[in-house]
């Protein structure tokens, strides 16, 4: 019975990609809308150069803290072996760039929506809804492509249980970065 769900991993993996792919294309349709009037684009700028800057540094800080939990995880956890850190320092660098995504996008698509209300509700929520689609995607499709891969490679090279072990921790990668930005962005926004 086991044989019959062998594809499983690969669907998944390729769910991930296609979740990429339509986060690209919504992406790529919440930019093509007009940014609005020369002030708007200067308000969207503003604002993009606030998040960056709050994002580069917040990432520095957390980087920081994924370097010395990876270090706890090799030396304390994977008993010489480096597998669990890594896939650790990998869920952290995909969830990193899903929030690196999901600033940018919003801030693009915050004066792409305003100036679309500016004709009404049929096109500022659609294109607002698009905007948070490409978050949306990149997060389910980042996590189920690193996820699947991470098993893939794993669940060949040792016992099912280890891969598990592993897999973990590259969710514990992800949640940590997602724990930090919650609380960080938090913050900043206040």
Known sequence: MAAAFDYI???AAGAGLCGLALAAYFYRLVTAESP?????VELMTAIQAGARAFLRREYRWVAGFVVAVAALMFALLDYGRPWGAITYVCGAVFS???GFVGMDIATKANARTTHAAIDGAHRALPLAFRGGAVMGFT???LALFGISTCYLVFAVWMDVKDAFEIITAFALGGSSIALFSRVG???YTK
């Open 9 to 11: 991993p690969y669907v």
């Open 36 to 40: 609005g009037n020369e002030r708007m």
């Open 96 to 98: 990193a760039t899903a």
């Open 139 to 141: 997060v389910a499709g």
């Open 185 to 187: 962005g938090g913050i």
